[in-house]
Structure formats: C-alpha cells, structure tokens
Nanobody, 123 residues
C-alpha cells in the first residue's frame, strides 16, 4: 500500500509563489508516475502536472511556464513549484501515484491519492 502526504499549501497573494511537497511511503517510489491534480469548489478534479519515472513531465496548458513539477527519488518526494499564482489557481491540490506512464492526465489513471492541501490565492 502506498501512502501519500501533501504539504506546503496556504494563503498567498496573486503573483506570489508556493511549493507543494508530497512524500510517499513504500520502496518503489522511483518506478511510479507522480501527478498533481486540483479541485476548486463546485468543479471536477483536474489534472495539473505529472512526472514520469524517467523524469519526463507533462503540464496542463493553464500552468505551463508558471508551475514546475520535480521529483527526488532519494527522498520519495515529488514537488510542485508554483510561481505567478493567479486567483483561479485556488483549489485543493492532490498528489497521486500510478504505475505506468502512457496515460497520465486522467484521475482514473491513478491508484493512489493523498488527502489534499488547500491553496488559496487572494486577488
């Protein structure tokens, strides 16, 4: 069983930055594709970014150039550096893990989820 724990959320002004972290249990972190999703009030959970075991990353268009996903296999941790935050980035952010790397943008592709961390951007 893989457990994921997110941290780093909070309140920030528009234009500011936050870095989210997600630490996982288990010994096979390096083999997982790790993803970040977010869910705003009244909306469906949506894909933000993913990084495959080999380091290749994918982003949704709305965060390209502003967010960076990275992983530290030695620490079993994935990060989401969020810069130039906008009001519309406000959401609960979830970390997720999956085996495999072909399809990485849908929630049903992932078998393991964290509890989420709130990010609030004030305008």
């Amino acid at each position: 069983q893989v457990q994921l724990v997110e941290s780093g959320g909070g309140l920030v002004q528009a234009g500011g930055s936050l870095r989210l972290s997600c630490t996982t249990s288990g010994r096979t972190f390096s083999t997982y594709t790790m993803g970040w999703f977010r869910q705003a009030p009244g909306k469906e959970r949506e894909f933000v970014a993913a990084v495959r075991s080999g380091g290749v990353s994918t982003y949704t268009d709305s965060v390209k150039g502003r967010f960076t996903i990275s992983r530290d296999n030695a620490k079993s941790t994935v990060y989401l550096q969020m810069n130039s935050l906008k009001f519309e980035d406000t959401a609960v952010y979830y970390c997720a893990a999956r085996v495999g790397a072909v399809h990485v943008t849908a929630t049903h592709d992932y078998g393991y989820w964290g509890q989420g961390t709130q990010v609030t951007v004030s305008s």
